[in-house]
């Protein structure tokens, strides 16, 4: 893929690119967010290194991937509600030490989130690990594709709140009642078209996914802890260690990740907008069962 103002560095063959040659501070021309867009598509995630990025600029990156998003339960930065706060104090799991992909509870989960580093433990912690969902799913081989595609998930915020040991607060049968008023099960194919590429890629993951519809519970279980697994094979993740001020795009449909939680107990906070919010459709069932893109 050839660019006229960004150039890319590869990170493995399934996903990553670190990108030089743009300041994100000061990028005016349309032209420059379209290639940025273009580079994401390809290579799912995408790392800027010493961006020191004003509010403002920060959600002009956003906005180039769609409407911004507001966070059911970051804060944010004053000011800017689209510019959620993400932060550990480093005493207990943030509950994203596990492969995930963000939000897939809601019907229409964000599409691309953009991560910029603020304050980083001193130990040199904090690292995020992301994993290609697309390769994931093509290494799986055509007999287990054909019998994933057929396949439909369900994702639940209140239940994985429920079986969290981290987040500590027992609700009230009340609470427990509007949690899932405000936030009801949602049904996502197994495995998705993704919505720009058409990629064929796995779209469950070990924090929402509650179960796999029509099998008997116990195989939707397995198979769920199967597929958890598989998607931590090597040759699907890059890792990538941040300093202050990298900036991470990264295509949330596309991929998985992973924080780790090696720094209690000191702090970390990173800055994140999530944007584009897109109804994630089926893969077609006929035809190729590959790699779409
Ligand atoms: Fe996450």
Redesign the pocket.
């Known amino acids: 893929m050839e660019f006229k103002h960004l150039r890319l560095e590869s990170v493995t063959p399934a996903l990553g690119a670190v990108v030089h040659g743009v300041d994100l501070d000061t990028v005016t021309q349309p032209a420059v967010y379209e290639e940025i867009k273009q580079a994401l598509w390809d290579r799912q995630v995408l790392f800027f290194r010493k961006q020191k990025l004003s509010p403002d600029s920060f959600r002009r990156l956003g906005e180039a991937f769609g409407t911004p998003e507001v966070h059911e339960y970051f804060a944010h930065v004053e000011g800017f509600p689209q510019i959620q706060k993400v932060a550990s104090d480093g005493t207990a799991s943030p509950y ?1 030490d596990r492969w ?1 992909a ?1 939000v897939t509870f809601r019907a229409r989960p964000s599409m691309v989130e953009v991560l910029r580093a603020v304050e980083l433990p001193e130990n040199g912690g904090g690292d995020t690990l992301w994993a290609s969902m697309g390769a994931a799913f093509d290494g799986l081989g055509p007999a287990l594709q054909g019998c994933l595609i057929q396949l439909t998930a369900v994702h639940d915020l209140p239940w994985s709140f429920r079986k969290n040991p981290y987040l500590g607060k027992q609700n009230t049968p009340e609470e427990e009642l509007e949690l899932i008023r405000k936030h009801p099960p949602t049904r996502h194919p197994v495995v998705i078209s993704h919505p720009v590429t058409g990629r064929h890629t796995l779209f469950v993951n070990a924090i929402w996914t509650k179960r796999i519809e029509n099998i008997d519970p116990r195989l939707s279980d397995h198979l769920l802890a199967m597929l958890a697994d598989w998607v931590q094979k090597p040759e699907f993740q890059l890792r990538f260690h941040w300093e202050k001020d990298s900036v991470a795009i990264w295509d949330n449909f596309a991929t998985q ?1 992973y ?1 780790a939680f090696d720094y209690a107990p000191q702090p970390r906070l990173m800055h994140r907008m999530t944007c584009g919010s897109a109804a994630p459709g089926a893969a077609a069932r006929s035809g190729r069962e590959g790699s779409a893109a």
């Open positions: 994203t995930h963000d990740h924080a």
